[in-house]
């Protein structure tokens, strides 16, 4: 059996609480009303907003408030046994919880019968696509001009080897014994996306949960960074 | 939709031998190439051509061969004009224009001997290398047969067969063994006008696109749109790709 | 619409849920939580009056009522036609809303598909759906000239105060120039004269969040 903690250190070396590495981009796309790019580790992804605009077809139109449609998608060469083209089950479910994720945070009360639609595409996946989407869809949101109550952070814990750490790489995702990725709105610590799957304990789950919060907090320092770039002091 | 203004104003330029972004008639956007872009795949490369951008990714499998080509590998080709690049693209199955762009990048590699499939057999009968190639467009600003085509064959150069991984010996590069390059030109009123910005395409009444290999020869050509050429029309657009595509191969390579 | 041309404000670029103050009066672009007020909106901060406001630097054009925009045409039905504003609403041009008389069916007469018109934003209900009017000074059926777009919130800094930028930029080029609230301009003058027009407010759109502007935009002008 593989080792996947060695002398308190993890596979890629990282510490127990260690984020990889992370990259954000805002208003990367000239078509969309609003974009980010995102490397995490890995992992690759660009997220882009249209809207609001028109709901189409007419009978998804809601007369009091904009829908928030995600699209999660993998590019076909995203990974190593390439993906057949279209939505499979596993991104239609991650297009739903984001959608709903993000619709909390959206002001929709303002556009009637609109739809805001993200879309969100992994070019290349490394474990945690859809905490990197998530994440790159906030900014994406904001570069579009879009109303929000907040960005939304998201980051994955895990388990590995009786250890809880945080953002699991590939391999702590394929071998590991949890999978944890959460979604927060940093302001008021509200959580908008939750997952498990695995084995924890309450106690571990609470360890867990707490070390992502945090995570989240530091990524939402990123995201606003990211945000700040578009304009370098004037 | 463009307004009748914007289309009189495209008119009146090139009736006047000018562009709305001040190129000249035969020349091209700037072009930005960036090789090996996603790891998982094969091959890969995001082409920026103006504002356009596209990725192709290159993913190779044992599969089994065609019935007539027993001891080829196999080459196909996918386009996906996904939503996140255009308001004009919709969820869904591939439409029309991305079915025939990728039938038209696929041709010009596979008529052009890019790559000796003889060379991809593993099992005469059995087994060969399947090569699929991926155009992801990432944002539409006019002429995708040209990003994707130069996307196609730069992944190509960047591809490492990953014979490893299937237990069938050491991963090896892909030999590519020609360099047809596309070039892509429309008709607005009598003027022809090379790498149509989005506003162009939208404008123009036809539009034509030549392949054209390292030697000088033509290996694909594809006519698109409801307007018509002259044949002299024709034979300046493919002198002109000949010229121009020399240059973008240099970029390639 | 806010002029975020004026002396003591404080030009501070916010992001969605940063929190401005308490006990301010909370304006557009703001949301407020009790006596908490947080931003809504990428944008710029401004404070005026007690009263707070974030200016969004982005975001598409959402239709005002006398509001005056410019439109093209999409579809033509038999009594109206359906305009594009350049909004997540379509606006809604009756015949008896336009200067002609103009019969049963007879609609495409006088405007195709794909035409340009100026327009005035006459109602827009509850659900967003929006009627517009032609029928006030000024408004009419566009041709000739060039039709460009910037971002509808950067209109209000391309007219200036009062007016003063869009004048600055008619005087100097000779140009006609109609600035709609949804981010679409038309020009009209000699080509050269519209070229310089088009780079001054590309100019403008790209820096509408700086100091200094007007005479940045007045220097290039006098240069031309």
């Known amino acids: 059996m593989e080792q996947l903690i060695k002398d308190g250190r993890r596979i890629d070396g990282r510490k127990f609480d260690e984020l990889r590495q992370i990259r954000i981009e805002a208003g990367v796309l000239k078509r969309a009303d609003g974009s980010a790019y995102m490397e995490w580790g890995g992992n690759k992804a660009l997220a882009a907003v249209y809207g609001p605009r028109e709901a189409r077809p007419r009978h998804i ?4 408030r904009a829908i928030v449609q995600c699209r999660y998608n993998m590019a076909a060469f995203s990974v190593s046994d390439r993906k057949r083209q279209g939505p499979d089950r596993r991104s239609v479910e991650i297009s739903k919880i984001m959608s709903e994720a993000l619709e909390h945070v959206v002001f929709t009360e303002q556009f009637p019968r609109a739809s805001i639609d993200v879309y969100i595409e992994v070019l290349q996946a490394d474990a945690g696509t859809r905490c990197t989407g998530l994440t790159a869809a906030s900014v994406a949101l904001a570069d579009a001009g879009i109303p929000m109550r907040d960005f939304v952070s998201s980051c994955a814990v895990g388990k590995v080897d ?44 609470n360890k867990a949960v707490d070390m992502g919060m945090n995570a989240c907090m530091e990524i939402y320092e990123m995201q606003k960074e990211a945000m700040r770039k578009k304009y370098p002091g004037d | 939709m463009i307004s009748g203004i914007t289309k009189d104003y495209i008119c009146r330029l090139a009736a006047d031998g000018k562009r709305m972004d001040g190129r000249k008639f035969d020349e091209c956007r700037e072009i930005k190439i960036e090789k090996g872009v996603a790891k998982n795949a094969e091959g890969s490369t995001q082409v920026r051509l103006g504002d356009t951008t596209v990725m192709v990714g290159v993913k190779m499998a044992p599969g089994e061969p065609y019935p007539d080509t027993q001891d080829s590998g196999v080459l196909t080709t996918a386009a996906e004009l996904i939503p996140l690049a255009s308001p004009a693209f919709e969820s869904g199955p591939p439409s029309p224009e ?20 003889k060379k991809l057999c593993i099992t005469q009968g ?96 594809q006519k698109g749109l409801n307007g018509s050429f002259t044949l002299d029309e024709i034979k300046s657009i493919i002198n002109i790709s000949k010229i121009k595509g020399d240059r973008i191969r240099e970029l390639i390579k | 619409m806010m002029d975020i041309e004026e002396k003591h404000r404080e030009r501070e670029i916010v992001l969605p849920g940063e929190f401005l103050g308490e006990n301010l009066k909370p304006g557009t672009g703001v949301y407020n939580e009790g006596k908490q007020i947080y931003s809504a909106v990428f944008g710029v901060k401004s404070v005026r009056a007690n009263m707070i406001n974030v ?117 100097s080029t000779k140009c006609r120039i ?47």
């Open chain 1, 61 to 64: 139109q809601n007369p009091t």
């Open chain 1, 162 to 205: 009786g250890q809880i750490v945080l953002d699991l790489g590939k391999q702590e995702d394929n071998l590991g014994d949890a999978d944890l990725p959460i979604a927060i709105m940093p302001r008021t610590k509200e959580i908008l996306l939750l997952q498990m799957d695995g084995h924890l304990t309450i106690e571990e789950f």
């Open chain 2, 98 to 117: 991305a079915i025939e762009l990728a039938r038209v990048v696929d041709r010009g590699i596979r008529e052009s001997k890019t790559v000796d499939f």
């Open chain 2, 126 to 221: 059995e087994k060969v290398w399947v090569l699929f190639l991926d155009i992801h467009v990432l944002d539409y600003d006019g002429n995708l047969f040209d990003a994707s085509s130069i996307g196609a064959l730069s992944a190509l150069t960047d591809t490492v067969v990953p014979a490893n991984r299937f237990e069938l010996g050491e991963d090896f590069k892909l030999e590519v063994e020609h360099y047809p390059v596309s070039c892509t030109s429309v008709k607005i009123g009598n003027a022809i006008l090379l790498d149509p910005s989005l506003d162009e395409e939208t404008v123009a009444d036809a539009r034509l696109t030549v392949s054209i290999d390292e030697n000088g020869d033509i290996r694909a050509m």
């Open chain 3, 55 to 171: 200016i969004p630097l982005g975001g598409r054009y959402i239709p005002k009522i006398n509001d005056c925009l410019i439109g093209t045409i999409t579809e033509i039905g038999p009594s109206s036609w359906l305009v594009d504003i350049n909004s997540p609403y379509p606006a809604l041009l009756h015949v008896t809303e336009s200067p002609w008389r103009v019969d049963f069916g007879e609609a495409a007469k006088f405007l195709n598909i794909g035409d340009a018109v100026l327009v005035k934003v006459s109602s827009v209900d509850e659900t967003k759906k929006v009627q517009v009017t032609m029928k006030d000074m000024g408004l009419r059926k566009i041709t000739g000239g060039r039709l460009i777009e910037i971002a509808p919130s950067k209109i209000p800094r391309l007219i200036g105060k009062g007016g003063s930028m869009i004048s600055m930029i008619k005087k």
């Open chain 3, 178 to 224: 109609f600035a709609g609230q949804n981010g679409r301009i038309w020009l009209e003058g000699d080509e050269p004269s519209i070229n310089t027009a088009v780079t001054a407010i590309k100019k403008i759109e790209n820096e509408a969040h700086t100091f200094g502007l007007t005479d940045a935009i007045s220097k290039y002008l006098e240069g031309k």
